[in-house]
């Protein structure tokens, strides 16, 4: 490898390069998109990447679409649809609560009658 460190960098050239990167970029981000909107929702197995939202196999440990690593498999940190089993459960003890709350006076009437 020659010693090339005291040559003068042509800039213009640098810059041609650098443009046409960015061109053939736009371009494939452009038929990513064109692609990702005529997608249809994910098959079986597959989750959607949660950077890009393409669908990508759940066992997967990096996406090939955008490149996003997971710490584990994809389909964990894949949206999830519905309410969590702790959603489900604080809306059971708010609306526990609140029957509670509402037939607290037939509940002492009662309570004060069997006595």
Known sequence: MPDNSHEPIDLAAHRERRARQQQQRAAEQATRDAASASAS?????EVPCI??????????????YCGVHFSGRAEDFAPREGMSRRTKALVVLVAVALLLAGL??????LWWRMK
């Open 104 to 109: 607290s006076d037939d509940i002492a009437a």
């Open 41 to 45: 929702e994910p098959g079986p197995g």
């Open 51 to 64: 950077r890009c939202g393409e669908p990508i196999f759940g066992y997967v440990l990096r996406c090939p």
